[in-house]
């Protein structure tokens, strides 16, 4: 780095955190010592001894308050620069003789070299150097990890799990063998049952006789389908054979019926049959269950409705569009599901949010009483599709408030997954927060356990990845342990008196790590181990003897195996470890008294230890030190071998706890029980008295507690309703809704019960809850709305394409009800199979959505019109918006396509005239830019785009290079002053091929996205200058970036990036690496485009500027949001940082002159700010001695 006062050292665990970090705080003053101060706190700036990196003296960018032999080196040091070599020569001439004239030469050159040092020693002191110097640290410290995260991003597939097991056939059939014996015999006699019903009903219909017995014969059949419960045959497994081929015959039949029928008219068959037919072949999809199947039906319907509708024949019109399907109706309406239809109670609430087209007809649908009264077709189908849609609801994914996420880079979930922590953590006093704070660092690694030690937590993800946290940490980022990174965990273990882990992988394999002391780790000796160890008693276990759980106390530990044996290991004293001895065991060893019981959970102490074991019965067992009555058989006498808790029996404990010489018990009924040491009132009886018998916890009657977590001296529960009651000493902010130094009784903690919280853990003076894991999951077959299969989604697209006519805006306005009813609930149902076949990671081709298929461009084209188009119904346009939100890898599966869908969205203004777009082209906009920022498609994207100037640059002789750097050096001269107009393309900046060839799509788009916010720029610009002169009040301008400048800071972010990356890779002989010489042209390009339109927009920008302080004040409000505000500062800071590091490498892409010639446009904006003068003045002097500097000035 270019300062010799201080040095980066980046540490691991906080490359995420630098991942997640906005940059741009660096380019305000407040934001740059904010983050200065950051560094130092997490120790990644070490000082090398000539200025203090302390955050008090980094308050003002290295303050002015500095030690006074601080003071006295530089004092020593500016004498020693101002001295040196020109004052020697001088003091020879005081008393010797007079120099000649060459001599006074030689003297005057020394001098001014001399200058020239004292010169550039004060400018490298001045307040602008220094913050210049912080910012290059602060960009490099992002740019290792940009580049640690894409090296790993680059050895990673797209899909991360093994391949997903084969897809079930259209019709869900799986083949079977043919059956024997009994069932042999059954499929014969049902197959020549089924051929003769099916004969005799063709006879008779042909022949019309017999009638009657044909209507009896389907009404028999209808009733005994009526009478099944719903979804009977969802899974096939458990249903024979035989009954499943009668059910798939019986259905071709009927269809080739209605087939029939509705292609040549009902010829012969009478309307009653033919509706019981219809019941029959409806009731029939139900009991399969399979969206599919009633997708075919709801078809079938829309068909028959629509071939009835077509009759000349009035009469023939009104049978062959209607059938008594109301007891279809009442079936679907007494299907219900997770989320049923709200109460009366509920109507005022619900009523505050506005309902979906199907919530609204299903809330005010009013059934006729009359069975067999014939209800319409189509409605029929309406209906049916709104109650899949209603139990559809609560398997989807919440839908994201906003168009996109693209501030996560296109995670359009986003996280929904909240953990809380509360007590003594260095990141909550650093932040200033009294109250609980949301760990939004925890938050993202999907959290399914988390366990305290005395210094520390370790969070497990749902991943099977574990992280580690100090609590004294000012900043919450959380470090990977890397030992166990193959390895699948499943839980871990730790004690809140502790200084060692456990961790359980999913093949039994058990690891520890930490303080060694006593034999605790289970290795043999009482070494203490950094990296998590595997113990190796544990391994090559037969069935039944490898471990299901772990538990920790202060100095021991424990397992026990899927059989039931416990074992312990570590300190022994006072009996522990349960041997029926006191000494310490440095392996497992196997608790021998409690041989022939299954153990299912094991809790051990600290201190003067006591430990608790619950049986398969629900019997409580305890031994080690018994004082205060901590072992729950009355006094304080402690035993070595395991002893039954008689008080504890016939409650049917599940789980037991050790906290500081006290003890907790949980009942299968959710009751709580504790005893030991009453101090501090840890109890949560209401007072200090010591309990030596389990006694119930009075003020959690009513409650029924599904998990217990116990600190030192304080505990929690969590009930059923999400509520998380806490009791016991609050010295260290335990309870953050009392504030006295004890809560004596349980009490619900205000605000989580509306957090859905499903974990607890109590640290020695901290707590932390999460709520459910981010990741919205749904299986793959769900009864009714779930249904992954090529046949769901090529029904879907058929239906979709059905009832989306006309409503793409283009038609008559408003469109019926109906028809926005069913495009609303077809497209909630595709959205949830997208959903369900991205989290399963199911193959697209698998599912006939393979890239290029016409069955996925079909999908894609109607969902982007409804999404995008303007006049689309708001219900319609929000449902098409969440598919693609959900489902945009599979319907948008390449950057490429991306790249080139945005392309030809983006408005095409020209000369500063912003065009109006629609809110569903605006959403489409910024979905693309979201996508092509997430799941790596703009890393992707760029990769091909510096592969081919790779290849462009090798194509060309070396003569002919010559040439070419000498036309781009000319051109570079009058680049900016050329005023070339917003729509016509720039030229002689390699974006066209000289070939003929079109550029790769990225280098367009970044041209596209360029143009396009400069001439939204320059058409706000002129919006101000308009509404200044006219006395209206500013527009105002919002804060957040938008996404299109998000996405060009990216790429501005990878390129520099690769660069960074490459300095130190591999060189040939006579140059560089040609990756490297691709990037940089690739910048080049880059530049030249940024630095075109901001020559555009700064002239406009300083004319309007020129009239006034108001104008300056308004037109800076406008250019700090835009290119020159954003894009260009960081650029110019990144260009430096190459040049230390590089300086041939930079020289050789040629981008410096590019930038240069901003400069002359830059200066005469930021002459017009008010007190600019007195800006350089402090930006020169040296720091603390000048105040704050005018904001509004662009920064560089």
């Not at 609204?360 to 649908?365: A, E, F, N, P, Q």
Request: charged letters at 20%.
């Amino acid at each position: 780095m270019p300062s010799p006062s201080f040095s980066l050292d980046a540490q691991l665990r906080f490359h995420n955190k630098w991942l997640k970090i906005d940059l741009q705080r660096a380019f305000s003053p407040e934001g740059l010592s904010e983050m200065w101060n950051e560094m130092v706190k997490d120790e990644e700036i070490t000082c090398n001894g000539e200025e203090s990196t302390h955050p008090e003296d980094c308050a003002d960018c290295f303050g002015s308050q500095k030690k006074d032999e601080s003071n006295d080196k530089e004092k020593k040091e500016e004498e020693e620069v101002s001295t040196s070599v020109h004052h020697s020569i001088i003091e020879t001439w005081d008393w010797g003789r007079q120099p000649d004239e060459n001599e006074l030469k030689e003297c005057l050159l020394v001098l001014v070299e001399d200058q020239q040092k004292l010169a550039t020693h004060t400018a490298k002191s001045t307040l602008s150097a220094l913050r210049l110097r912080q910012r290059l640290v602060i960009l490099e410290r992002y740019l290792i990890s940009l580049s640690h995260s894409m090296m790993e991003e680059k050895y990673k597939g797209r899909w991360k799990s093994p391949p997903s097991p084969p897809l079930p056939t259209a019709d869900n059939k799986s083949p079977r063998p043919a059956g024997k014996g009994v069932e042999g015999l059954a499929r014969v006699g049902s197959r020549a049952a089924l051929s003769f019903a099916f004969a005799f009903l063709r006879r008779a219909w042909r022949s019309g006789e017999d009638a009657d017995l044909c209507s009896e014969l389907l009404q028999e059949s209808l009733d005994a389908l009526r009478a099944l419960p719903e979804a009977s045959l969802f899974d096939e497994g458990t249903v024979s054979s035989v009954w499943l081929e009668v059910v798939e015959r019986a259905t071709k039949f009927l269809t080739d019926v209605h087939g029939s029928a509705s292609a040549k008219g009902p010829g012969n068959i009478p309307l009653q049959d033919q509706h019981l037919a219809l019941a029959i072949l409806l009731e029939l999809a139900v009991q399969r269950g399979t969206l599919s199947q009633l997708l075919s039906a709801v078809l079938l319907l829309l068909r028959l409705w629509d071939s009835g509708t077509r009759e000349m024949d009035n009469e023939r019109s009104a049978q062959g569009t209607s059938a008594p399907l109301l007891p279809l109706l009442l079936r679907f309406q007494n299907i219900h599901s997770s989320k049923d239809l709200p109460s009366a109670e509920e109507d005022m609430e619900v009523l505050t949010a506005p309902l979906s087209p199907n919530e609204s007809l299903l809330r005010y649908l009013t059934l006729p009483q009359d069975n067999d009264l014939a209800i319409d077709l189509r409605q029929t189908a309406v209906v049916i599709m709104a109650h899949l849609d209603r139990l559809a609801a609560p398997c989807s994914p919440p839908q994201c408030s906003s168009p996109t996420s693209h501030k996560d880079h296109g995670n359009v979930q986003g996280t929904l997954q909240e953990v809380i922590g509360w007590g003594l953590l260095g990141w909550k006093l650093h932040a200033n927060v009294n109250g609980p704070v949301q760990c939004k660092a925890l938050s993202s690694l999907g959290v399914t356990q988390i366990v305290c030690s005395e210094k520390g937590f370790l969070i497990l993800s749902r991943s099977g990845a574990i992280y580690t946290q100090n609590y004294k940490s000012t900043t919450l980022a959380p470090l990977l342990v890397q030992a166990l990174s193959s390895r699948k965990i499943t839980k871990i273990a730790a004690h809140p008196d502790g200084q060692h882990y456990l961790a359980l992988s999913a093949n039994g394999e058990v690891f520890s790590w930490g303080c060694g002391d006593g034999g605790r780790l289970g290795h043999g000796d009482t070494a203490y181990l950094e990296e998590p160890t595997m113990i190796s008693f544990f391994t090559g276990k037969q069935t039944g003897k490898h471990v299901v759980h772990i538990a920790c106390g202060s100095t021991y530990s424990a397992a026990i195996t899927a059989d039931g044996e416990l074992y312990t290991w570590g300190r022994g004293n006072y009996g522990r470890l349960g041997h029926g001895s006191s000494e310490d065991q440095t392996t497992p060893m196997l608790v021998t008294a409690l041989k022939g019981l299954k153990v299912l959970d094991v809790a051990c102490g600290s201190g003067d230890a006591q430990t608790l074991a619950v049986t398969e019965n629900g019997q409580v067992w305890s031994w080690g030190d018994g004082d205060y009555g901590k072992l729950g058989r009355g006094g304080s006498d402690g035993c070595k071998t395991p002893k039954l808790v008689e008080k504890l029996q016939d409650l049917d404990i599940v789980k037991v706890c050790c906290g500081s010489q006290f003890s907790v018990a949980l009942t299968k009924d959710g009751q709580v029980y504790t005893w030991g040491k009453g101090d501090n009132q840890r109890l949560g009886h209401g007072t200090d008295e010591h309990v030596r018998y389990p006694k119930l916890l009075d003020s959690l009657q009513g409650k029924k507690v599904v998990d217990i977590a116990v600190g030192s001296t304080h505990c929690l529960a969590l009930t059923d309703e999400g509520e998380v009651h806490s009791w016991g000493s609050n010295d260290k902010l335990q309870h953050f809704d009392t504030l006295f130094s004890n809560k004596k009784q349980p009490k619900a903690l205000p605000g989580l019960n509306s957090k859905h919280i499903v974990g607890i853990a109590c640290g020695p003076g901290q707590n932390f809850a999460w709520s459910s894991c981010s990741e919205w999951s749904v299986g793959q077959r769900v009864p009714f709305v779930v249904d992954v299969c090529p046949m769901t989604f090529e029904q879907l697209d058929l239906l979709l394409r059905q009832v989306s006519e006309g409503m793409e805006g283009s038609s008559d306005w408003p469109p019926p009800q109906e028809k926005e009813c069913m495009v609303v609930a077809t497209l909630n149902l595709l959205r949830l199979q997208l959903h369900a076949a991205i989290s399963n990671q199911v193959d697209p081709e698998e599912l006939g959505l393979g890239l290029g298929s016409t069955l996925l461009n079909s999908l894609k084209q109607t969902v982007v019109t409804l999404a995008s188009n303007a006049g689309v119904l708001n219900s319609v346009q929000s449902a098409a918006q969440a598919v693609l939100q959900s489902g945009w890898s599979v319907l948008l599966p390449t950057a490429e396509e991306r790249a080139r869908a945005l392309s030809s969205l983006l408005p095409s203004a020209v000369s500063g005239n912003e065009m109006s777009v629609s809110p569903g082209r605006r959403f489409m906009i910024d979905l693309l830019v979201s996508s092509l920022m997430a799941d790596g498609g703009l890393e992707s994207a760029l990769n091909a785009a510096i592969t081919a100037e790779i290849q462009d640059i090798e194509a060309k002789k070396e003569a002919q290079k010559e040439k070419e750097i000498d036309e781009q050096e000319a051109n570079a001269s009058t680049l900016h002053r050329s005023r070339t107009p917003l729509d016509k393309d720039l030229i002689n900046t390699g974006i066209y091929e000289s070939a003929g060839k079109q550029s790769l799509p990225l280098v367009q788009l970044v041209q596209q996205l360029l143009r396009n916010i400069a001439s939204q720029t320059i058409a706000r610009l002129k919006d101000v200058a308009r509404r200044i002169s006219s006395c209206l009040d500013a527009e105002h301008v919002g804060k957040e970036r938008s996404a299109s400048l998000d996405l060009l800071l990216r790429f501005q972010r990878l390129l520099v990036s690769k660069l960074y990356l490459g300095v130190n890779g591999p060189e040939v002989v006579n140059g560089y690496n040609p990756d490297l010489l691709g990037v940089g042209s690739l910048l080049k390009k880059y530049i030249a485009l940024l630095c075109t339109h901001i020559g555009d927009i700064l002239p406009v920008a300083t004319s309007i500027a020129f009239a006034g302080h108001r104008h300056f004040a308004e037109v800076s409000r406008v250019i700090e949001g835009d290119l020159t505000g954003v894009l260009l500062p960081e650029l110019v800071v990144s260009i430096v940082l190459l040049l230390t590091i590089d300086a041939g490498l930079m020289q050789e892409t040629g981008s410096i002159p590019l930038l240069a010639g901003l400069l002359e446009h830059l200066d005469r904006f930021n002459h017009l700010a008010p007190g600019h003068e007195s800006d350089d003045n402090e930006d020169l002097a040296w720091p603390g001695i000048m105040g704050t500097p005018w904001r509004n000035a662009v920064a560089l």
